[in-house]
């Protein structure tokens, strides 16, 4: 009789309900971008957690952003499940085969058991193969899972999924290169002056900086395509001012050597139509063509530095400033590949006042030291009074010799 009520008891009671939590795993890479062709990239990581026993799961779905254009960056995508867990996935711990995005829905789901370990922290790694599409650059994609939509459970009920927080994942975008704008040690830091005619003026000191890749993926260098300088005046009319801007080469010394240290790339003047254009009071002169396209690729991790150069006409006077912003250089593959970054997003040479030169100013030297101190009026009234002797003397001379002769 207690056998049959023991079971009776046992098959009345409900199964020990196991709960379920998922999450974004704080090891998942933050924003970063990657190249074209990388194959094996990591996107996400996603922390499963059971409570109260183990739970065994039969399938998760993984939503990814921007997911008209997903099936032109991805060529797979697969999920590995870390069963031990030690932090570490193997061939055999892989969920399901790979998926391939098909353009049309976000969703990609990967059938598969494993089973989470009660008490534990298993980790879902997300890997991606990126593909070699050169419409994709530019584009940023995502990974979400939505704890209470994307898993599904083997044993419902009594397993239960308690937490809604939907996971998404840090964003993953498709470069060629990532660069910087920086301002030149010989950058000029102040307003100055300069005077009509002026040639050669230093305007503007820069680099471009390829940076190295901080997440996966190694990103190549920046092939240089065109570089356009501004030339910002204070009215319309000033815009006649300028007549030549030159982009250099520096040596590496930070000095301004035109001719002597800099090597000159290529110059622009107002009779160049379409690279010398006019804007109300900003001059726009891009620097392009074979000139820019022979300079050797800027290499990742790599630096490479110029001079910008300003020539002035005869008038009128004129408050200019010469500058440099970040999207104003191209690379071969264009800003959504040749990427920079938003910090600075421009580099100016500060103002520049064009005026007349300054006139002489009159001597100051002292008394005994081959000067006059009582100034100019005082010199010409001296020699005013010499030549006024010197003509006395010669007209008495005269009479006198015209006395002698009469005798």
């Known amino acids: 009789m207690r056998v049959v009520l023991a079971a009776l008891l046992l098959i009345a ?4 309900a196991a709960n379920l939590t998922v999450n974004v795993s704080g090891n998942t890479p933050p924003d970063f971008s990657n190249q074209l062709s990388d194959t094996g990239v990591e996107v996400a990581r996603f922390v499963f957690q059971a409570t109260g026993g183990d739970v065994d799961i039969s399938a998760v779905t993984l939503h990814v952003s921007n997911h008209l254009l997903a099936d032109e960056a991805f060529t797979n995508v697969r999920v590995f499940f870390d069963s031990e867990p030690n932090q570490t996935f193997s061939p055999g711990e892989q ?32 890997l991606v193969d990126i593909a070699n599409n050169a419409t994709v ?48 040690t010989g950058n000029p830091g102040a307003p100055r002056e300069t005077s009509f005619g002026a040639s050669n003026v230093a305007a503007l000191h820069f680099a471009i900086d390829s940076l190295n890749a901080i997440g996966p993926g190694q990103l190549s260098g920046i092939d240089l395509a065109s ?30 050597e035109p001719g002597s240290g800099e ?14 254009i006019i804007a109300g009071t900003v001059i726009s002169a891009t620097f392009d063509g074979t000139a820019i396209q022979n300079l050797q690729d800027i290499a ?53 006042t064009v005026t007349d030169p300054p006139k002489k100013k009159p001597s100051k030297s002292p008394e005994g030291e081959g000067g006059c101190s009582t100034g100019t009026h005082t ?10 002797g010197l003509a006395r003397i010669a007209m008495a001379s005269a009479c006198k010799r015209g006395a002698v002769k009469s005798t």
């Open 13 to 16: 009671a409900p199964a020990f």
């Open 95 to 126: 969920v399901d085969t790979d998926k391939t995005p098909d353009g049309v829905t976000d969703a990609l789901t990967f059938a598969g058991s494993f089973t989470v370990l009660n008490g534990n922290i298993h980790t879902l790694l997300v």
């Open 137 to 184: 650059y530019g584009q940023a994609y995502d990974w979400t899972m939505d704890p209470q939509s994307d898993v599904t459970l083997a044993n419902v009920p009594p397993d239960v999924i308690t937490n809604s927080n939907i996971g998404v994942s840090n964003s993953i975008t498709l470069r060629h290169s990532e660069n910087q704008l920086v301002p030149g």
């Open 227 to 256: 570089i356009t300088i501004s030339i910002t005046c204070a009215t319309s009319i000033q815009t006649a001012l300028p007549t030549r801007l030159r982009l250099w080469t520096d040596d590496g010394d930070s000095s301004f």
């Open 263 to 276: 090597i000159m790339i290529q110059e622009r003047v107002p009779a160049d139509l379409t690279k010398w």
């Open 300 to 352: 990742a991790g790599t630096v490479r530095t110029f001079w910008v150069s300003i020539d002035f006409g005869s008038g009128p006077e004129t408050t200019c400033e010469v500058s440099l912003t970040r999207t104003n250089v191209l690379g071969a593959l264009g800003t959504a590949a040749d990427y920079f970054v938003t910090n600075p997003t421009a580099i100016s040479g500060d103002v520049l």
């Open 379 to 388: 010199s010409y009234l001296l020699i005013l009074l010499a030549l006024t």
